[in-house]
């Protein structure tokens, strides 16, 4: 049986299964079913709040083709793939260890370029993310 790290174990897979952070999740829901993302989130918070979860969940619901609107479903390929860090339009950085600019433009380079897989582009620090619709707009 293969070993999963407790945080990934336990992530919440769904905005339903997120503990508290009601006023993120209501939010962020509300904005999928209506179709009014903003193109970048920026989520703050001691950390284990959960900004990490968040920000993945978001990636899932905006790609998932299959799940409500506003709720991935987490079985189709883009879930998958972004739950396993293998979709490669979701790009997250560490942004503890990655704190200098280079690294920021890095990030904005990868994010100017059309989705590969998905519908939509998107990339996260741990501190935040942004995602993208329309092809070469920057974030
Ligand atoms: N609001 C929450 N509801 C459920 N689990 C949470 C919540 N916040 C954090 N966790 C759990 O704690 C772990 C770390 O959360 P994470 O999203 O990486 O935090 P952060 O990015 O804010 O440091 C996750 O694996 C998740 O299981
Ligand atoms: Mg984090
Ligand atoms: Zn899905």
């Known amino acids: 049986m293969s070993y999963h ?3 990934r174990k336990y992530r919440p ?3 339903a ?6 006023h993120v999740t209501r939010t962020l829901r509300a904005a999928l079913r209506h179709d009014r993302l903003s193109h970048a989130y920026l989520f703050s918070g001691p950390r284990g709040c959960g900004k990490t979860s968040v920000a993945r969940l978001l990636a899932k619901a905006i790609n998932c083709a299959v799940g409500e609107k506003d709720e991935p479903c987490g079985t189709c390929d883009s879930c ?3 739950a396993g860090g ?3 339009d979701v790009l997250e950085i560490d942004a503890a260890s990655h704190t200098g600019v280079d690294n920021i433009r890095e ?21 935040s993310t942004c ?8 974030c």
């Open 5 to 7: 790290a407790l945080a």
């Open 13 to 15: 897979s769904t905005f």
């Open 86 to 88: 293998t979709w490669l």
């Open 131 to 138: 995602s993208r619709r329309a092809p070469s707009t920057p």
């Open 80 to 82: 998958k793939g972004i």
């Open 107 to 127: 990030l904005r380079d990868l994010a100017q370029y059309t989705p590969a897989q998905g519908r939509t582009a998107s990339s996260s620090s741990t501190r």
């Open 17 to 22: 299964e997120m503990v508290g952070q009601e």
